[in-house]
């Protein structure tokens, strides 16, 4: 194959460098990093502006992120210690925006051989061949990721490969080399490979992964084949003393540069900023549009949330994960979204009574003390009537609600519900002397959104009931205060 011209130095933003030999590829200047390399100097680069190092990550910034820094500036392999939805899968991805965008290849190898440094037979063989007009190809960030969740069933031949009987059956000797069929682990050389949930993988399957960490290459079963991979292997892992499922073994602890501990959102703020981020659900074209949400709810969750984990009738080895108060925000959503469907409600606007559909959605998501079985939606229902409580504390402590418990001494009492429209609540209601004091305490403007006023009058009126303040009775699908 004739070289072509040296195309333009500098390709397109975002495309792939137009280079299709290792000739191209020399003349336009590249430098062959290993992978490790490649991750310090992009992070010593980011480092040193002002873009987000690790997007997406809520609340570690001066915990773990300083730990996860220092292991890749060290080049080390890292583990993650934590309970369960402390974002450890997440925080592993993130660490693919600190490789190049774009990185070349042999073109056709299986294990992704440089093209200055090829290390298996096909590619070494092609690069004595064909010398400069060896031909590249170019692989994205996001194809040098590999990850595998740890099952009992997995095998050594899924990481790290096993003898292709097809190629045997193709009329290759059994010592030929080229009838391994490589596993996860070299198919994602040059990049980084994720092992999620490591206790859970038969320690001799770990063993495996010994001389990955430490030598640097691979054993397939009798074959004498030393592939150098140039890799990052990180792996997640819950605490052994809760899971019970098995453990790493002690040389491949040993193995690992780093071990980085997780944890829950340290601060109200953190768990807050979570909760938006990490909810899902895309009401884009949705014929009621998106829901409100006042942010005194989302707070609510979030209180909800931390009481559980501090809770001593729930398993606190077991950890509440951050997927709880996601979960719990939707299903407040979706709960003001069925109002609105079924009675017409113009916007759907979340209220105090949506979050009663929280206990019952999260249930699941919460390991209970064995002494406290058949008591659990007892517990979660007093927990999230103390995160209300904790809310209205922090968000009306002080404020002059006079007005609203002299309407239930003049006009009697007043029924709300999950099919009770926010204009029908307003105007049961009627007019509260100091309301507009309380909406601009929460940082709702009444007469732009009424749900949102009535949402704000809703915390009002259960923030007065739980400080003993107010009289309510609970019925199916009801609730009346000042009864």
Known sequence: MPPTATPPATPPAGAAPPYVTVGELRRSGHVHRPVRTELRDNLVALMKGEAPRFPGIVGFDETVLPQVERAILA????????????????????LLSLLDEWSPAVAGCEINDHPYEPVCGRCRALAAQLGDDLPIGWRHRSERFGEKLATPDTSVGDLIG??????????????????????????????IFSVNELPDLAERIQVALLNVLEERDIQVRGYLLRLPLDLLLVASANPEDYTNRGRIITPLKDRFGAEVRTHYPLQLADELALIRQESVISWAGSPLGTPEIADHLLEIVARFTRLIREAPQVDQRSGVSARLAVAAAETVAASAVRRAALTGEETPTARVVDLSAIVPAVRGKVEFDQL????????????LRRAIAETFRARLAGADLTGLQNRFEADGPVETGDMVPAAELLRRVGPVPGLAAILNRLGVDGAESPGLAAAALELAMEGLHLNRRLAKEELPGRTVYGS
């Open 75 to 94: 080049g080390h392999d890292i583990v993650f210690l934590g309970e369960r939805g402390q974002g450890k899968t997440r925080l592993i991805r993130t």
């Open 162 to 191: 096993d003898v292709d009987p097809v190629k045997v059956a193709e009329g290759r000797t059994l010592g030929d080399p080229e009838t391994v069929h490589y596993g996860l682990v070299p198919r994602t050389n040059r990049g």
């Open 372 to 383: 406290e079985e058949g008591r659990e939606d007892e517990v979660l229902a007093l927990l």
